[in-house]
């Protein structure tokens, strides 16, 4: 089997995160290799980490989603082309996401199912 993609995840909302860790890591192809529950936090995990993919909450303190992808983005140069999947609460026709500027793949209202989830991370790895 080839190598399992490697997943980041960042979250302020700790069960959120373990409920992410746990539906991910139970695919066979695919880990958890770090999680953050904040920006400066994700930030500081990419620096060092390899990985495939980050699922994003759009409203984390002090740096929300994009100013966070946007710190990823800059940090080496795999960092500019990995995907990055927005996750929010807040998800109207009217509420504007602008994460295609910074890269971002797709944004997934919360609580998200774990089917859409993992049709979004498949498609995107």
Same mark, same amino acid.
């Given at each position: 089997?080839?190598?399992?993609?490697?997943? *980041? #995840?960042?979250? &302020?909302?700790? %069960?959120?995160?373990? =409920?992410?860790?746990?539906?991910?890591?139970?695919? /066979?192809?695919?880990?958890?290799?770090?999680?953050?529950?904040?920006?400066?936090?994700?930030?500081?995990?990419?620096?060092?980490?390899?990985?495939? *993919? #980050?699922?994003? &909450?759009?409203? %984390?303190?002090?740096? =929300?989603?994009?100013?966070?992808?946007?710190?990823? /983005?800059?940090?080496?140069?795999?960092?500019?082309?990995?995907?990055?999947?927005?996750?929010?609460?807040?998800?109207?026709?009217?509420?504007?996401?602008?994460?295609?500027?910074?890269?971002?793949?797709?944004?997934?209202?919360?609580?998200?199912?774990?089917?859409?989830?993992?049709?979004?991370?498949?498609?995107?790895?």
């Amino acid at each position: 089997m080839a190598d399992k993609k490697k997943i *980041l #995840i960042a979250d &302020d909302f700790q %069960l959120l995160r373990e =409920d992410l860790t746990e539906l991910i890591n139970n695919q /066979r192809d695919m880990e958890v290799v770090g999680t953050a529950s904040s920006g400066k936090e994700i930030v500081n995990l990419a620096r060092n980490t390899e990985y495939d *993919l #980050i699922l994003m &909450d759009m409203g %984390l303190p002090f740096m =929300d989603g994009y100013a966070t992808t946007m710190g990823i /983005r800059q940090l080496r140069e795999d960092g500019r082309t990995v995907p990055v999947i927005a996750l929010s609460s807040r998800l109207y026709a009217d509420d504007e996401f602008h994460g295609e500027e910074y890269g971002m793949k797709a944004r997934l209202q919360k609580p998200v199912s774990a089917r859409k989830l993992m049709e979004a991370v498949r498609e995107y790895i």
